[in-house]
Every structure is written in C-alpha cells, then in structure tokens.
C-alpha cells in the first residue's frame, strides 16, 4: 500500500460527541473492566456488523467495553447505513443500566483518517495526487456516500484553493447532515488500553502527555494490560509517540514477540498485507490481529478478551 503523500497539516478540529465522550483524550482508557469486546475493520458493510451487534447484545454486561477497531468505512458501498448501524447499537447498549459513555470506543483507522483528510484536501500542496492516491486506497465508496465524486474532486483541485475548499465544504456540509455522523467522527481515539493512565507504568508508555487516567473503576496496575490499536505500532516509540503508526503502521505487527511496556497482549483490527489465504485471526506471542477480510471478500471477526488479553470467546461472520 505504501504511505499516503504529503497531505499537509491543517489545525486539528476539536469536535465533540454530545453524551459521547467526556474529553478529547487521544486515547481511551478503559479501567479493569471484567470484559472487553473488540470487533475488526467492517469497511461498510453493515449487514456482517447486524449479526456481530446481535451476537454481542446476547452476551454483553454492564462493566463490558466495547472497542470498534477502525477502518468502519472504506472498500463496501453502504457507509451511511453503516454508521447509522453503530449509532443505534450505541443506543441500545447505553440504554442498559450500569453503561456510561465512555464504555464505547471508535478507534480512527486508515479510512478514517483519509476521510478526514479529503476533507481537509485544500490544505494539501499537491491535492490531485493526494486525491488520486486517496481513492486507490478505497476512500472512493465514502466519498460518493456523503454526495461526491471523483470528477468534481479533481475539477476542484484544478481550480485552486478557494474551489477546492468550496468542494470540500459541501462533503462537510453532507455529512453534517446525517444526525450523529460528523460527532462520531469527531469522536475517534488512538488507541484503547486497560490497566493504568497513559504515562504511568501500568501502560506501558515512558512518556506522560497530562491524558487523563482511568476512572474510579480501574483497579490498579496488577499485572499486564491490554493495549487495542487499529492496525499496528511502531515498537521503538512510546504510546504517545505512535502518531499515524496507529493506522499505517503495521509491517512490524505480527513480528512482536514481546510485551510492549507493560501490555502483554497487543490487539489490531486492520492487517493491510491480509489477502484471501490468511487466516480470519492470527494469534502470536503477545498480539491479535481481528482482520477476516470484510469488505475484500472475507469475514467481520468479533472477539472478547479480559482486560488482561486472555482472549474468552471469537466469533465471525
């Protein structure tokens, strides 16, 4: 796939989820939770999800987490009724006696951050190369969702800045359009991890940022934890100096043959080399990728782990 080119480095919009998310925090911190239920890369395709949401809502509890591991659009054509789908079972799930917000997690992944990006093209130094690399990458089904296409992107980039910016003003527009989609997107984490704050050293991270630490139902630093990412990391750099590894960097994933910090068991969504031969999921020494293909032929992978990464039940469709 290769790294995406230059897309320049607008200021970092500070959108937030009514009811959603209680800070801007890169990343989510989930306690000790007794469960932690993390579903793969969906790439729009919101009949699979259905009977993953059913499966969970059979066996979820309040105490639980849920984790979405990024790319949730991308590749499959139904990316509104994918995010409408999210949106309900968010619903249903905070509707349960126990739940808080913050129990639900939506980690940016590749598509996500393209998505962000194209909306950000006329910040971009060359946007017809970004644009043309952006759809070859599978942002195209989302793009046409939220009302645009390939040729008005490209005649906008010919235009210059102020048509370009017009342009992506209107995809803005669209989506702001569909109740909750913009605040969803608003709303993705990093990364997701359980055991203690970001910077201490039950996370796993040598670094401290001032993320704000688990809340009063974490219980303490016993042990390992688990760190949740959407395709990989970089293991020479510290959790807060991931940057775009979280989404691009996952050559090195399947490789790591020992804990990261203090997470034993390092979980992914996304394997960008998977291919129809590879297995749905792929278990190492201290990792977990959840990649069946969805969306490029193959499954949606669900699996539940503890919060120490004892990996407790795995089902697909």
Same mark, same amino acid.
């Given at each position: 796939?290769?790294?995406?080119?230059?897309?320049?480095?607008?200021?970092?919009? /500070?959108?937030?989820?009514?009811?959603?998310?209680?800070?801007?925090?890169?990343?989510?911190?989930?306690?000790?939770?007794? *469960?932690? @239920?993390?579903?793969?890369?969906?790439?729009?395709?919101?009949? *699979?999800?259905?009977?993953?949401?059913?499966?969970?809502?059979?066996?979820?509890?309040?105490?639980?987490?849920?984790?979405?591991?990024?790319?949730?659009?991308?590749?499959?054509?139904?990316?509104?009724?994918?995010?409408?789908?999210?949106?309900?079972?968010?619903?249903?799930?905070?509707?349960?006696?126990?739940?808080?917000?913050?129990?639900?997690?939506?980690? *940016?992944?590749?598509?996500?951050?393209? @998505?962000?990006?194209?909306?950000?093209?006329?910040?971009?130094?060359?946007?017809?190369?970004?644009?043309? @690399?952006?759809?070859?990458?599978?942002? =195209?089904?989302?793009?046409?969702?939220?009302?645009?296409?390939?040729? =008005?992107?490209?005649?906008? /980039?010919?235009?210059? /800045?102020?048509?370009?910016?017009?342009?992506?003003?209107?995809?803005?527009?669209?989506?702001? =359009?569909?109740?909750?989609?913009?605040?969803?997107?608003?709303?993705?984490?990093?990364?997701?991890?359980?055991?203690?704050?970001?910077?201490?050293?039950?996370?796993?991270?040598?670094?401290?940022?001032?993320?704000?630490? /688990?809340?009063?139902?974490?219980?303490?630093?016993?042990?390992?934890?688990?760190?949740?990412?959407?395709?990989?990391?970089?293991?020479? *750099?510290?959790?807060?100096?991931?940057? %775009?590894?979280?989404? @691009?960097?996952?050559?090195?994933?399947?490789?790591?043959?020992?804990?990261?910090?203090?997470?034993?068991?390092?979980?992914?969504?996304?394997?960008?080399?998977?291919?129809?031969?590879?297995?749905?999921? %792929?278990?190492?020494?201290?990792?977990?990728?959840?990649?069946?293909? +969805?969306?490029?032929?193959?499954?949606?992978? +669900?699996? +539940?782990?503890?919060?120490?990464?004892?990996?407790?039940?795995?089902?697909?469709?």
């Amino acid at each position: 796939m290769g790294l995406p080119p230059r897309l320049g480095h607008p200021a970092r919009h /500070a959108g937030t989820i009514v009811a959603a998310v209680e800070d801007d925090s890169r990343f989510a911190s989930l306690g000790r939770p007794r *469960r932690v @239920w993390a579903i793969g890369a969906i790439h729009a395709q919101p009949d *699979r999800l259905d009977v993953i949401h059913h499966a969970i809502a059979q066996r979820f509890r309040p105490g639980d987490r849920l984790v979405y591991l990024g790319n949730m659009i991308g590749f499959g054509d139904e990316v509104v009724e994918t995010i409408d789908r999210l949106l309900a079972f968010r619903i249903a799930l905070l509707a349960m006696p126990g739940m808080i917000a913050s129990d639900i997690v939506y980690l *940016r992944g590749q598509q996500e951050e393209m @998505w962000q990006k194209l909306q950000q093209l006329h910040f971009a130094p060359d946007p017809r190369t970004v644009l043309d @690399w952006m759809l070859r990458q599978g942002v =195209a089904p989302t793009l046409a969702a939220y009302g645009g296409t390939l040729e =008005a992107g490209m005649a906008a /980039a010919r235009g210059g /800045a102020v048509m370009l910016g017009r342009w992506t003003r209107e995809l803005r527009q669209s989506m702001a =359009a569909h109740p909750g989609h913009e605040a969803l997107f608003n709303a993705l984490r990093r990364a997701a991890y359980t055991g203690g704050p970001v910077g201490s050293p039950a996370s796993g991270d040598g670094t401290d940022d001032g993320t704000p630490g /688990a809340d009063s139902r974490s219980a303490g630093s016993r042990g390992g934890s688990l760190l949740l990412v959407s395709a990989g990391i970089d293991p020479r *750099r510290p959790l807060t100096g991931q940057g %775009d590894a979280f989404w @691009w960097g996952g050559a090195a994933f399947a490789r790591l043959d020992q804990p990261y910090g203090a997470f034993r068991r390092l979980v992914r969504g996304y394997n960008p080399l998977w291919s129809p031969e590879d297995p749905s999921v %792929d278990v190492g020494p201290v990792t977990v990728t959840l990649d069946g293909g +969805c969306g490029r032929g193959g499954h949606l992978v +669900c699996a +539940c782990f503890d919060s120490f990464g004892e990996m407790l039940d795995l089902f697909q469709v």
